[in-house]
RNA sequence: GCCCGGGUAGCUCAGUUGGUCAGAGCAGGCGCCUUGUAAGCGUCAGGUCGUCGGUUCGAAUCCGACCCCGGGCUCCA
């Protein structure tokens, strides 16, 4: 009998008898590491605790605080929600149920075509409590396919993984449920509750424990609408019982933050409901807040060497039909109206119009390249459940912009265009940026190979000087162009995805766009499309649940509020709000009859930046009490020329 | 569009098995209080209980259809 040789992760190594598994050698290397073992990682490779090792092997213990311990233990706990619900509705069937962020899902399917509500949930959640508390060892089992086949007989959705991936053309969606080499794997526990999968799992469910179901959700069998409706239960797991409060902590907080939540409570935005869904009107707060943020974008695109163009908010359908609208994206657009003998429709996309614009006069080489910019309001007939406040509208208003210019061109406008991008998104305090470069797809798509090549590398380019983190989704552009989006990460560490610029070969081709170039002969221009802010609406909610309501100065649509302590200073606290209001600032005064307690407090619920309070000292001084938002005390007796010019650096500084 | 869950006053919510169940707090109006830092006191007004039908002697409550909202799926700025 032979020893076997295990290298460590950090290069020492290690005897173990033949026949050793991972749990022999996490105990042989520490009862703590022993008792937190989760799995092995073999060569790469998660492997149960009680599989044994291979001699030679790179071999690390994995524990529930690193991702692949974590997400194996999410993992382990679908599979108890699996046991849970089939031992609760017999006749029951399950699909897929893979560990995801923060948590897992199950998909079933209930005999008769029965739901579950959210009182299930806990009836579910104290069976699987039952399970993890009897401590079932999760076993491994492999079979041919046909006797798989037989296994699970009754769950169709189980046989049609197995028949798909023992065929070999599993998607990666479904790998995880089965070997690809022809045998199946699955995992046995408890004694009577299977479920196929290629595991690793935990060895016991007593190492789950820490988790909790959230809610049921309809999900389409493999995604697909065509699919039969599945009943979806979400869940999150964690390793101990401080990460799962810390989660749902962080949840609430998020919630906190909801822009359709605070919308409301600052008046900013409605939505009434004789509007329709997805249509909100902005209220006058909202509507000062939006004009900063417009004016803003308007004073960097004059400097940016843009020029402003209007166009109206409906064509005819001629438009549409040449620009391929109709063809390719008629689903997502308004019905049309019949006027006059004609059609027309309301625009989703401006970018036909700046194409007329380009096209009303003869273009040289000389004029290139040629930037077109419109806060342009588009309608788009969204799925009435895609709808989401202000993130997700069906009337919205693009910062946009078509630049036109020359081959030549593309390389330097690309590089320009994503530092203007990043310049603008930093005004608002957003730091983390991740983009994604989308090349072009496998399929059919349109355009000279040399052209694809051109536009690729210099969105690379762009990437790589503006010294920019992205990923490459390979084949994940458009039909008529690469692309690359810019996702901005908020002040809770989550990601939005605003910014986009993509090549287009085909507008300039279907609308047969042309520019006389230096050698006297036509030309065909690039097309690139381009929004910072993607939508101004949708911007707007990124930036209430960015700054969880509390806008910085220049935005705050109230930007100091002045307290007189009494009736007395009445006269003082309007003449420093006119003091304010004649240096630019948004100032209010709330007078004196409620106690000064409760308008601070209001002062502070509506998030106003400064809220100052004004009484005999004052008065007397030209002082003035400066609460400033998120600040732990009153600064008393502050001079109002500082305060003014502290306000001004603030502003300037867009603080 | 599909699955699940919801719609009661401007907002947040109570309303037990259908029968004084049309309520509370905040916000709002009006008085009193004159306040130095996160909710002073009193008082008044506000709702076709999402809409429309049905069951019933009687419906916020039960049933149906529709509208809207939320969470997912799909899709996307």
Known sequence: MSDLTIILPDGSMRTLPEGAT??????????????????????????????????????????????EGLQTLRHSTAHVLAQAVLELWPGATYAIGPPIEHGFYYDFELPGGGTFSDDDLEVIE?????????????????????????LFADHRFKREIIEQVTSGDADTELAGEAAADGTVTYYRNGGEFIDLCTGPHVPTT??????????????????????????????????????????????????????????????????PEALGPGLAVWHPKGALVRKLIEDYSRARHEAGGYDFVYSPHIAKSILWEKSGHLDFYAD?????????????????????????????????????????????????YELSGAIHGLLRSRGFTQDDS??????????????????????????????????????????????????????????????????????????????????????????????????????????????????????????????IHRALMGSIERFFGVLIEHYAGAFPLWLAPEQVRVLPVADEHQAYAESVRDHLVAAQFRATVDPADE???????????????????VGDDDAANGTVGD?????????????????????????????
Request: proline residues 6%; charged residues 30%.
């Open 22 to 67: 991972g749990a022999d050698l996490a105990a042989d290397i520490g009862p703590g590491l022993s008792k937190a073992a989760i799995i092995a990682n073999v060569d790469g490779d998660g492997r149960d605790l009680d599989r044994a090792l291979p001699d030679g092997a790179t071999v690390a213990i994995v524990t529930a605080d690193s991702d």
């Open 126 to 150: 104290d069976r699987m409590r039952l399970i993890v508390d009897a401590d079932q060892v999760f076993e491994r089992c492999e079979i041919g396919a046909d006797e798989a086949l037989e």
């Open 206 to 271: 007593g190492h789950l424990g820490h988790f909790a179901l959230q809610k049921v959700a309809g999900a389409y069998w493999r995604g697909d609408e065509r699919q039969p409706m599945l009943q979806r239960i979400y869940g999150t797991a964690w390793a101990d019982k401080k990460a799962l409060k810390g989660h749902l902590h962080r949840l609430a907080e998020a919630e906190k933050r909801d822009h359709r939540r605070l919308a409301s409570e600052l008046d900013l935005v409605s939505w």
């Open 332 to 380: 997502g657009m308004y019905p049309p109206m019949e006027v006059d003998g004609a059609t027309y429709y309301p625009k989703p996309m401006n970018c036909p119009f700046h194409v007329a614009i380009f096209q009303s006069g003869q273009r040289s080489y000389r004029d290139l390249p040629r930037r077109f910019f419109e806060l342009g309001a588009v309608y788009r």
């Open 402 to 527: 078509h630049i036109f210019c020359t081959p030549d061109q593309v390389p330097d406008e690309l590089s320009s265009l994503l530092d203007f991008t990043l310049s603008v998104l930093r005004a608002f305090g957003f730091e983390d940026f991740q983009a994604k470069l989308s090349t072009r797809p496998f399929e059919k798509s349109v355009g000279e190979d040399a052209l694809w090549d051109l536009a690729i590398d210099g969105l690379r380019s762009a990437l790589e000087s503006a010294g920019l983190d992205y990923v490459v989704d390979e084949g994940g552009g458009a039909f008529y162009g690469p692309k690359i989006d810019v996702d901005v990460t908020d002040a809770i560490g989550r990601p939005w995805q605003l910014s986009t610029i993509q090549l287009d070969f085909n507008l300039p081709e279907r609308f047969q766009l042309d520019y006389v170039g230096a050698d006297g002969s036509r030309h065909r221009p690039v097309m």
């Open 595 to 613: 106690p000064l307690g409760k308008r601070v407090r209001a002062g502070k619920v509506a998030k106003v930046p400064h809220v100052l309070v």
């Open 627 to 655: 609460n400033a938002r998120g600040a732990e005390a009153p600064e008393r007796d502050l001079p109002l020329d500082e305060f003014l010019e502290r306000l001004s650096a603030n502003v300037e500084a867009r603080l």
